[in-house]
């Protein structure tokens, strides 16, 4: 349906959604682009004036900017490669013949149905220096108590480790799912030609799943990105001393913390551009995947 | 022939420890909280480690049904959850199938737009969708929040039956169209009844997003009788010391539903979550 009436018909369809994502997505969105413009703050609160960027300047002058900037990148750069290293890695193991395998698959998929905010307190809970399990079962180890919490890159592996386990399980339902379409018939040719297990992964499952991993990929470096539960509630507002932000609870703090409403506005646009221009990067490497 | 069995074996065993190490690693947390939610109040800070406490209690559980409001957050809870989930569900199993079938203009942008609204970080809408609440009086209503948490989720959920329409041959459609079916007849009695795994699919992570979304919440509904869960559960938490054990037993049962949800239809999980591609 290419002409005139596919495109009336169309409309009808995408109505009811473009009407909610118009008004409580896009519409929100340029008002904060409006906002980030402003010198909104609690000392202005009634009476906010046009300020030009200087938000946008005072931002990259942020003594902490350069850190809470990389500190970003390594964050989702760690977790993804763990989700899908961990997410791909139980698919392949869930995918074999195995005497209970619902079960299995069941029990994997639950870090994935807790809400956030229980596991990454339950998560805290376990990173305590005294009576968290964590630090409990390496004493059974012999390895000596880690203060979690109280240092900045011990806090930011606290919240990485929390995220990993969050995460792995949504890239192991895709994974699954695409292992499940490969055909069968490719597998026996290969071993009839000789190709062992490795082999076998890297030219048959491995681009068999590309096509469904990659969409999941995107979509978790996007989630991992903007992910402000996990190290807002580990590392208790950013403890110890602000010094283990992510971009977005740097922002959330600025907003909802200190008021600086204009120059928070003005940090969520450079973060959203940021993760825009890696997205791009990203999808044009893979162009020619007609991705 | 006795070496290759001893291979086959071996293999077998590994396989089993690599399992079960994923299993401990994806439950144990899980333990944890049952662990603590079964403490008595003296108990709440210990060194030990055995999975469920020498002297378990339900006092917990008591404490969280009978004296806190715990059956006014589920009231407002489930409300929240189920408006969000008929919605997200009904809006998007009609623009997936637009974006799936038909070629319309702007098309690709508009796929591409909807993966853009997955990259504002919450702090870029929060503010803004407050004042605009605020300014049509929705800002202390159930109604405002099952709005937001739709437009959260439209963009997976749309993502999601885009992907799973794509896989339905469009040659039934056209049967229907010639035994004299309305387009929207086709798509209302052939495709959507195929669509089940994506449409669960869509349906329990619209629930999911009301169930468990707090950040929201906590701006719009200021007021105590129309707190959801995780309102209810953070101001446990935030409380006194002795509310640990009460946080861990209303965690465990606000985790139930959801847990009960994710094991009933983890089989449409993973046959329903074709994410498909952005452009194809």
């Known amino acids: 349906m290419n002409d005139s009436r596919g495109n009336r018909m169309a409309l009808w369809f995408l109505a009811p959604s473009a009407t909610v994502l118009l008004l409580v997505v896009a519409y929100p969105f340029l008002y904060n682009v409006g906002m980030s413009f402003t010198n909104w703050n609690m000392y202005h609160f009634r009476d906010p004036s046009f300020n030009g960027v200087a938000n946008y300047l005072k931002l990259f002058q942020e003594p902490e900017f ?139 499952t491995l681009p068999m799943l590309k096509p469904v991993l990659q969409p999941a990929i995107v979509l978790g470096t996007i989630w991992t990105f903007n992910n402000l539960n996990v190290i807002w509630l580990i590392t208790n507002q950013g403890e110890p001393a602000d010094k283990s932000h992510i971009l977005v609870t740097f922002v959330y703090k600025a907003a909802f913390t200190y008021y600086r409403y204009g120059y928070a506005a003005a940090f969520s646009v450079f973060i959203f551009l940021t993760l825009f221009g890696i997205v791009k990067i990203y999808q044009r490497s893979q162009a020619e995947e007609a991705f | 022939m006795k070496r290759r069995w001893l291979a086959k074996a071996w293999n077998h065993v590994w396989v089993h420890v690599l399992v079960w190490a994923f299993v401990i690693f994806a439950v144990y947390p899980i333990l944890q909280i049952i662990n603590i939610s079964l403490r008595p109040g003296d108990q709440l800070y210990t060194t030990d480690l055995s999975l469920i406490p020498a002297d378990a209690t339900l006092d917990a559980y008591r404490a969280i049904l009978f004296d806190k409001p715990f059956g006014t957050w589920i009231r407002n809870s489930l409300l929240v959850s189920v408006s969000t989930a008929l919605i997200g569900v009904s809006l998007a ?105 994506a449409l669960v699919i869509t349906g329990l992570f619209s629930f999911m997003t009301g169930w468990s979304e707090f950040i929201v919440a906590r701006v719009m509904l200021p007021s105590a009788e129309l707190h959801t869960l995780p309102l209810g559960l953070e101001s446990l938490a935030s409380s006194y010391q002795t509310e640990w054990a009460n946080y861990a037993a209303g965690s465990v049962l606000v985790c139930i539903p959801v847990v009960v949800l994710f094991l009933v239809l983890s089989r449409y999980l993973v046959s329903g979550l074709t994410l498909g591609g952005v452009k194809g």
Request: glycine share 10%.
């Open chain 1, 66 to 204: 350069k850190n809470i900037f990389l500190r970003t990148f390594l964050w989702t750069g760690v977790n993804l490669v763990f989700h899908v290293t961990l997410g791909l890695g139980a698919a392949l193991l869930l995918n074999r013949r195995l005497p209970g395998r619902p079960l299995y698959r069941a029990l994997l998929i639950l870090p994935w149905a807790m809400p956030q905010y229980i596991s990454a307190l339950t998560w805290r809970g376990m990173f305590n220096l005294e009576y968290g399990s964590v630090n409990l079962l390496l004493g059974k180890l012999g390895i000596a108590a880690v203060p979690w919490l109280g240092g900045e890159w011990s806090a930011f592996a606290a919240a990485t480790i929390t995220n990993i386990w969050l995460g792995f399980p949504f890239i192991m339902v895709v994974a699954l799912g695409g292992l499940q379409s490969i055909p069968e018939e490719l597998y026996e040719a290969a071993r009839i030609d000789g190709a062992g297990p490795v082999r076998r992964f890297f030219s048959i």
């Open chain 2, 93 to 197: 199993s009609l623009a997936g199938y637009a974006f799936s079938r038909f070629r319309f203009k702007s098309r690709g942008v508009a796929l591409q737009g909807i993966l853009v609204t997955q990259m504002f970080p919450a702090t870029m809408l929060l503010l803004p969708l407050y004042m605009i609440m605020r300014k049509v009086g929705l800002v202390d209503t159930l109604f405002g929040v099952v709005i937001a948490y739709a437009a959260t989720a439209l963009p997976f959920c749309v993502w999601t039956m885009k992907g799973y329409y794509d896989t339905i041959p469009v040659a039934l459609e056209e049967a229907a169209l010639i035994d004299g079916a309305s387009p929207f007849g086709a798509f209302l009695r052939v495709t959507l009844p195929l669509s089940a795994p």
